[in-house]
């Protein structure tokens, strides 16, 4: 199975330990691959310049939207022990996302980094962004960074282009699941994965 995911992102973190749970459970392998992107959801029909009809309308849908988001923030946020102020933080991923093919690289345990650099962003408001920073973090877990500042430069270019490829076949949004060819988008998705994996047995779960 391959793991979609993105540094900076709540549900991304959120997913993390039910992950853990069933791998052990189930034994499946897992593949993890960062993105440092996901597709906005940006639409209009309306010409520049002209009055969009339907104007009051999207302006009450989004004020919604941004509602909701704004208590699903507040939820993601108890849920993970951490300030509402933090939760919001945005973060450029990229180099965070360099740091996890390096650890599998070194056949070391991605969970441990992801929970270290989950936390160092946003429990501690940390540097996450500069090569220091990812250097820093794999030394605290005992891994060798000799090589790294290389390995990063040379897979800037590919992870970019591998974030495209994955957007073009259809992961638009992360945490996200590819499992024999079928895509889950969402954590709400790992007890259906769950149930895949050990037979389809019983009813699904809702």
Same mark, same amino acid.
């Given at each position: 199975?391959?793991?979609?995911?993105?540094?900076?992102?709540?549900?991304?973190? *959120?997913?993390?330990?039910p992950l853990k749970r069933l791998m052990r459970e189930t034994g499946i392998e897992v593949e993890f691959v960062p993105m440092i992107g996901s597709l906005g959801n940006v639409v209009?029909? %309306? $010409?520049?310049?002209?009055?969009?009809?339907?104007?009051?309308?999207?302006?009450?849908? %989004?004020? %919604? $939207?941004?509602?909701?988001?704004e208590r699903e923030l507040e939820r993601m946020s108890e849920m993970l022990h951490i300030s509402v102020?933090?939760?919001?933080?945005?973060?450029?991923?990229?180099? *965070?996302?360099?740091? *996890?093919p390096w650890m599998n690289q070194c056949n070391a345990s991605c969970f441990d980094y992801l929970d270290l650099a989950f936390a160092k962003t946003y429990k501690e408001a940390g540097d996450v962004e500069s090569e220091e920073a990812v250097v820093s973090m794999l030394k605290t877990l005992g891994e060798s960074?000799?090589?790294?500042?290389?390995?990063?430069r040379e897979k800037r270019e590919a992870l970019t282009v591998q974030s495209d490829e994955i957007l073009a076949n259809g992961i638009l949004s992360t945490p996200a699941f590819s499992l024999d060819g079928e895509i889950f988008?969402? $954590?709400?998705?790992?007890?259906?994965?769950s149930w895949t994996l050990g037979g389809r047995k019983g009813p699904p779960p809702v």
């Open positions: 199975m391959i793991f979609y995911l993105t540094f900076g992102d709540l549900a991304t973190w *959120l997913t993390l330990a209009t029909s %309306a $010409r520049p310049g002209a009055e969009d009809p339907l104007g009051a309308y999207k302006a009450r849908r %989004a004020r %919604a $939207r941004n509602m909701a988001a102020d933090n939760a919001r933080r945005r973060t450029e991923p990229l180099m *965070l996302s360099m740091g *996890l960074t000799e090589g790294f500042p290389e390995f990063a988008l969402g $954590r709400e998705h790992l007890p259906l994965i």
